[in-house]
């Protein structure tokens, strides 16, 4: 299957790091996006610095993921790339996920702004009624978050806010990141086992 992945500049890019580990262990494609306030908050939270042209910061995000470089089942895209295959509705993706997603990102996606390629990707998934799955990391939320969540939803977006639970009894960060990336992957339909299920 063919995701598309967008990592924004909110704080909680290890939720994007764990869902893309996920997502390839089980041989799926990825086109990832990744916004410049993201390649801010990558290199303070997890110390990747991304630099360099296309093909350098592909093959550092190949090593990230402890891919080879001639593994074609992550592809980087820049986001000025508005040629790129999936700005159509044309390119069959089964969904797309923005992980985390900032309120900047949402607001833009929410009134229909297609700035750049990330934004131009969720508007056509949206388009094509095909799940768009955004996970925002803030909080507290004002009134214009709301309102953008509730206008998403009903444009057919998910909102999967990064709120791991406590009824797996978590031992460390894995698991209440694995708890996040499990409820993402769960409304995609995909299987997984990241955490166990709440069962009485």
């Given amino acids: 299957m063919r995701f598309i992945v967008g990592i924004t500049g909110a704080s909680g890019v290890i939720y994007a790091e764990h869902l893309l580990k996920e997502l390839l262990s089980d041989n799926h494609e990825i086109k990832l996006l990744i916004t410049d306030a993201a390649r801010d908050v990558l ?13 350098e910061v592909q093959k550092q995000l190949k090593g990230w993921m402890e891919l080879d470089y001639t593994d074609e089942r992550l592809e980087y895209i820049e986001l000025s790339n508005l040629n790129a295959s999936i700005c159509s509705g044309s390119y069959k993706a089964e969904g797309m996920i923005i992980v985390p997603c900032s309120m900047a990102t949402l607001a833009a996606v929410s009134a229909g702004i297609s700035s750049n390629l990330l934004e131009r990707a969720a508007d056509v998934t949206l388009k094509e009624r095909r799940p768009l799955v955004m996970v925002p990391r803030e909080t507290p939320l004002n009134e214009m978050h709301l309102r953008n969540m509730l206008a998403l939803h009903r444009a057919g977006a998910i909102i999967v806010p990064a709120m791991p639970g406590f009824y797996h009894r978590p031992k460390d960060i894995n698991d209440l990141v694995s708890f996040v990336v499990g409820r993402i992957l769960d409304v995609l339909n995909l299987e997984h086992k990241l955490y166990k299920r709440w069962d009485t």
């Fill in 43 to 55: 290199a303070h939270e997890l110390n990747l610095k991304l630099k360099g042209n296309l093909r």
